[in-house]
C-alpha cells in the first residue's frame, strides 16, 4: 500500500458553502450551532423527547423495583442457608418476609401486559420465591 505524502491526516476543516477554501476559525457544525443559539436567546434551551424512546410507566418502575429487592432478598436467602451457624428459627423471619415480598411482586405483575416480557421475568421471580416458602415450610431444610 503506497501512502501519498501530499495528503494531510487530521485536516477536519470543511469548506465553506459557495467557497473552495476550508473554514476558516469553523466549521459548518459551528455555523448551524451559533445561528440555533442566536435564534433561541440566551440561556433557553429547548429538550424535545427522543422518538422511539418510551418513558417507563410507574407500574413497570415499582415492578422493576419489587423484583430487585426480591433478587437481593433471595441472594441473602443463599448466604444465611449456607452459613451453618443459623438455625430454622434464625431463618423463619426471613421466610415470613419472602412470602410478603412475593404478594408484592404478585401484585406488581399484575398490573403488567401479557405481552410484556417484564411479566415474564416477576413470574420467574414469584416461581423461585414459591419454591423457597414452600421448601422451608414442608421442612426440607430439617435434615
Known amino acids: 500500500m503506497k501512502i501519498d505524502p501530499n495528503m494531510m491526516i487530521g485536516i477536519v476543516t470543511g469548506k465553506r458553502p ?4 476550508p473554514a476558516a476559525g469553523g ?3 459551528e455555523d448551524i ?4 443559539q442566536k435564534a ?8 424535545q423527547p427522543i422518538p422511539g424512546l418510551d418513558q417507563p410507566s410507574p407500574q413497570k418502575f415499582n415492578a422493576l423495583n419489587i423484583s430487585e429487592q426480591a433478587l437481593d432478598l433471595l441472594d441473602a436467602y443463599a448466604r444465611v442457608l449456607a452459613d451453618p451457624r443459623r438455625s430454622l428459627k434464625d ?9 410478603s415480598l412475593r404478594s408484592s411482586v404478585a401484585q406488581a405483575r399484575s398490573f403488567l401486559s401479557d405481552n410484556d416480557p417484564l411479566k415474564g421475568i416477576m413470574d420467574d421471580v414469584e416461581s423461585a420465591l414459591n419454591g423457597e416458602i414452600m421448601r422451608f415450610r414442608r421442612g426440607d431444610l430439617t435434615g
Open 18 to 21: 459557495g467557497t473552495g477554501t
Open 33 to 36: 450551532l451559533k445561528d440555533v
Open 27 to 29: 466549521s459548518a457544525f
Open 91 to 99: 431463618i423463619a423471619p426471613m421466610v415470613e418476609e419472602l412470602s
Open 40 to 47: 433561541d436567546g440566551p440561556g433557553v434551551h429547548h429538550l
